[in-house]
Nanobody, 125 residues
Framework: QVRVAESGGGLVQAGDSLRLSCAAS????????MGWFRQAPGKEREFVAA?????????YYEDSVKGRFTISRDNLKSTVYLQMNSLKPEDTAVYYC?????????????????WGQGTQVTVSS
């Protein structure tokens, strides 16, 4: 069983930055593919960013966040980060972190077996 917990959400203004953290435990962290997804009210959960297992040399982003968001991982701290810059009101959502034991760099929710409880990000205009 893998436990996943996000933190770092909050209320910010458009143009501000925020860094989300996601800690995972229960399995060697380097063996987990990690991803960030978000869900806005009335919408389905959508892919945001993913990072491959091991050294995290592969990263993937949804088009609307490319150039603004950066995903990274620290295997020693068993944590994956999502640095969000130039935030926009349309980035407002609950952000979820997913962990996968069988897919590295997955961009679909079904590729992740374990999820955190989510952290709210609200961007005001």
């Amino acid at each position: 069983q893998v436990r996943v917990a996000e933190s770092g959400g909050g209320l910010v203004q458009a143009g501000d930055s925020l860094r989300l953290s996601c800690a995972a435990s229960g399995r060697p962290f380097a063996s987990l593919g990690m991803g960030w997804f978000r869900q806005a009210p009335g919408k389905e959960r959508e892919f945001v960013a993913a990072i491959t297992w091991s050294d995290g040399s592969g990263t993937y982003y949804e088009d609307s966040v490319k150039g603004r968001f950066t995903i990274s991982r620290d295997n020693l701290k068993s944590t994956v980060y999502l640095q969000m810059n130039s935030l926009k009101p349309e980035d407002t959502a609950v952000y979820y972190c997913g962990a996968s034991t069988f897919r590295s760099g997955g961009q679909f929710a079904y590729e992740y077996e374990y999820w955190g409880q989510g952290t709210q990000v609200t961007v005001s205009s």
